[in-house]
């Protein structure tokens, strides 16, 4: 007898089968029983068929079937990813000056220039004890001058617990981070029927940082040797830019690392904006990263960041996950 909660209606859902096998036996002396997983091709005339993950389709008579449901989309092995590998994978095109592991943590530290360089990245539980993973993080800033931060995933138990302990938000003005992913091919495709009702616009490429990239960046011009640094590494990245009248309107930046592309600092000028000049960039870019052997593109935006979102939900991104910047607590006075 099917299920109720089977039948012509969870056609195309992702379903879970249990059907009686004909002519065999089961352990308890009864019929033997199996379960079939896969997406609902047809029910109809009494048959039903049901694609596998594998491929295969499998088809059986509905009066076998015992019992069922429908079950939710199997995630994307993008998303199947850990938040901490897609954080050392980003590593992998931002260098820090100074680098030490603290168990399965990495302290990093590079003068203050950004927080992914001068953080310790605990997007995972430390492997040691919690309370000397903190020790040695306080330590660790402490041997170079700087502020102890944390790079946690909101709502882990690391975020939870550090908060416990009197870490809190190192940015309390600035909305969370989310972290997306997407195929680079399905970008490409996208962006690239979306590019049909854009001009020719003259992109410009570089292997290391152009002049002028950073101008209007106080912040960096003020730690300029750190920042280059950490962009101009021993690693594979490209940089691409609009430019138009000699001033830069657009630009963005990636690197690749073990068939993974990483888009930083993709930004377009104000008076520029609603020109398609997001999309110019990143075409540059995704497609010098499919050159490069990468199959999967990641990104981050500030969650609040609206027409950005947008944009990336558009093209096929999906967010893995969010985090932010925790502060230690201040040391008592001596």
Same mark, same amino acid.
């Given at each position: 007898?099917?299920?109720?909660?089977?039948?012509?209606?969870?056609?195309?859902?992702?379903?879970?089968?249990?059907?009686?096998?004909?002519?065999?036996?089961?352990? &308890?002396?009864? !019929?033997?029983?199996?379960?079939?997983? =896969? %997406?609902?091709?047809?029910?109809?005339?009494?048959?039903?068929?049901?694609?596998?993950?594998?491929?295969?389709?499998?088809?059986? !008579?509905?009066?076998?079937?015992?019992?069922?449901?429908?079950?939710? !989309?199997?995630? &994307?092995?993008?998303?199947?990813?850990?938040?901490?590998?897609?954080?050392?994978?980003?590593?992998? =095109?931002?260098? &820090?000056?100074?680098?030490?592991?603290?168990?399965?943590?990495?302290?990093? $530290?590079?003068?203050?220039?950004?927080?992914?360089?001068?953080?310790?990245?605990?997007?995972?539980?430390? =492997?040691?004890?919690?309370?000397?993973?903190?020790?040695?993080?306080?330590?660790?800033?402490?041997?170079?001058?700087? !502020?102890?931060?944390?790079?946690?995933?909101?709502?882990?138990?690391?975020?939870?617990?550090?908060?416990?302990?009197?870490?809190?938000?190192?940015?309390?003005?600035?909305?969370?981070?989310?972290?997306?992913?997407?195929?680079?091919?399905?970008?490409?495709?996208?962006?690239?029927?979306?590019?049909?009702?854009?001009?020719?616009?003259?992109?410009?490429?570089?292997?290391?940082?152009?002049?002028?990239?950073? %101008?209007?960046?106080?912040?960096?011009? $003020?730690?300029?040797?750190? %920042?280059?640094?950490?962009?101009?590494?021993?690693?594979?990245?490209?940089?691409?830019?609009?430019?138009?009248?000699?001033?830069?309107?657009?630009?963005?930046?990636?690197?690749?690392?073990?068939?993974?592309?990483?888009?930083?600092?993709?930004?377009?000028?104000?008076?520029?904006?609603?020109?398609?000049?997001?999309?110019? %960039?990143?075409?540059?870019?995704?497609?010098?990263?499919?050159?490069?052997?990468?199959?999967?593109? &990641?990104?981050?935006?500030?969650?609040?960041?609206?027409?950005?979102?947008?944009?990336?939900?558009?093209?096929?991104?999906?967010?893995?996950?969010?985090?932010?910047?925790? $502060?230690?607590?201040?040391?008592?006075?001596?």
């Amino acid at each position: 007898m099917a299920s109720s909660a089977l039948g012509p209606h969870v056609v195309g859902q992702r379903v879970v089968v249990r059907r009686v096998v004909p002519g065999e036996t089961g352990p &308890s002396g009864g !019929p033997a029983l199996t379960d079939v997983l =896969g %997406v609902c091709e047809s029910w109809a005339d009494g048959m039903v068929s049901v694609r596998r993950e594998s491929g295969d389709l499998v088809t059986f !008579p509905v009066a076998l079937v015992v019992s069922g449901k429908p079950v939710p !989309p199997r995630p &994307s092995a993008r998303l199947r990813i850990g938040a901490h590998e897609i954080h050392l994978r980003a590593m992998e =095109g931002l260098r &820090s000056r100074h680098v030490e592991p603290l168990g399965d943590w990495v302290l990093r $530290a590079t003068g203050g220039s950004t927080g992914r360089t001068n953080s310790v990245l605990a997007t995972v539980d430390p =492997g040691i004890d919690l309370d000397d993973a903190v020790a040695g993080t306080l330590d660790f800033y402490d041997r170079h001058d700087q !502020p102890a931060l944390a790079q946690v995933v909101v709502g882990a138990d690391v975020h939870l617990a550090l908060e416990h302990r009197g870490w809190t938000r190192a940015r309390p003005d600035e909305a969370d981070v989310d972290v997306l992913v997407a195929s680079v091919a399905q970008v490409r495709r996208q962006v690239r029927r979306r590019l049909g009702t854009v001009g020719p616009q003259p992109v410009r490429l570089a292997d290391s940082l152009p002049d002028g990239w950073l %101008v209007g960046n106080d912040k960096a011009q $003020a730690n300029l040797d750190n %920042v280059r640094f950490t962009l101009d590494g021993p690693f594979l990245r490209q940089y691409a830019e609009v430019v138009l009248d000699g001033q830069q309107v657009a630009r963005g930046r990636a690197s690749y690392a073990r068939d993974w592309a990483v888009v930083t600092d993709l930004m377009v000028q104000p008076e520029h904006r609603r020109q398609g000049l997001a999309l110019v %960039v990143m075409d540059a870019l995704l497609g010098w990263a499919a050159e490069q052997g990468a199959t999967t593109v &990641s990104l981050q935006v500030i969650s609040d960041n609206h027409r950005a979102t947008t944009l990336y939900d558009s093209l096929g991104f999906e967010r893995h996950h969010q985090y932010r910047y925790l $502060a230690a607590p201040a040391a008592p006075s001596r």
